[in-house]
């Protein structure tokens, strides 16, 4: 079968947009830092009580979210700056960057101070970034256990969205490589874009203990929810950037707008409940 990249898009305005909808997702240096307000999906552009934010993984997980929150006629806000993990704190050890600390004070400013705001869903690369030696591991537990503190104390329950499988250990994105299987010089090799989305686990392990080290941190602290996306991609035996003949990924390690399917999956409705509870719904 051969797969055909799927994208996002790249055609990003001052904050870039991938849907019709309002999310406010910068991807380049020196953008305008946006109100949380001002990047709301859904009727309730006044009321919403749900925030979103992140790094470029909050937007990846934007078709997933759009969609169950459409489904279920929830309003939500939006928020993601590339490579900017979403901690309370303006600037840690592993990230100085003027856009980071901006998109950071400003959107938890935004988030605490909005009584309609019950919901923060924190989404990031999280240990690519942060848990590369012992120092950054003790700074990356430091951090995130403040920002949930903090939220906490604001009265906000909080939602962590671990990351997806990522598929840079294979040395090609699965986009790449399927690009190069499609090709002419790819059919003279006799490469199938099929041997493109699969690897064996063992090849992740180090991925899935990073995980797990997530996970420690969220199980600290009440009113917080995990989600961890690697059982939707993986089984006892491999990883896959596919699934029924349809891919998932734009890159090596970020979903495409397939995204959206993850929205159907039983334990990502279960873990949404308690927002519908919230709002009235079943």
Not at 206 to 235: G, L, M, T, W
Request: with cysteine; charged share 25%.
């Amino acid at each position: 079968m051969a797969y055909e990249p799927l994208l996002l898009g790249d055609d990003l305005d001052k904050y870039g947009s991938f849907s019709k909808g309002k999310y406010c997702i910068i991807a380049k240096k020196k953008s305008e830092v946006p109100d949380i307000k001002n990047c709301v999906v859904g009727e309730d552009q006044d009321g919403f009580k749900v925030a979103v934010i992140g790094d470029s993984h909050a937007s990846h997980f934007a078709p997933a979210i759009e969609k169950w929150a459409t489904q279920n006629k929830v309003s939500f806000s939006l928020v993601s700056v590339f490579s900017c993990p979403p901690f309370l704190l303006e600037e840690d050890r592993t990230n100085s960057d003027s856009q980071c600390i901006k998109f950071r004070k400003k959107s938890f400013e935004d988030v605490v101070n909005n009584q309609n705001i019950k919901f923060v869903i924190l989404a990031s690369s999280w240990y690519e970034i942060s848990l590369i030696d012992e120092a950054d591991k003790l700074e990356f537990s430091k951090n995130f256990s403040e920002t949930i503190k903090k939220l906490s104390e604001a009265g906000k329950k909080v939602i962590v969205f671990g990351r997806v499988p990522n598929f840079a250990i294979s040395g090609s994105s699965p986009i790449s490589c399927i690009e190069t299987a499609n090709s002419f010089f790819g059919k003279f090799l006799d490469k199938k874009s099929s041997d493109c989305i699969t690897q064996s686990l063992d090849k992740f392990a180090q991925q899935i203990s990073y995980e797990a080290i997530i996970r420690d941190e969220v199980n600290k602290h009440k009113n917080v929810a995990y989600f961890n996306f690697f059982p939707f991609f993986c089984d006892s035996d491999s990883c896959s950037a596919a699934k029924n003949g349809k891919l998932y990924y734009a890159d090596s390690g970020h979903l495409n707008s397939n995204s959206a399917d993850l929205s159907d999956e039983k334990d990502f409705m279960e873990l949404m409940k308690p927002i519908l509870i919230d709002s009235g719904g079943n």
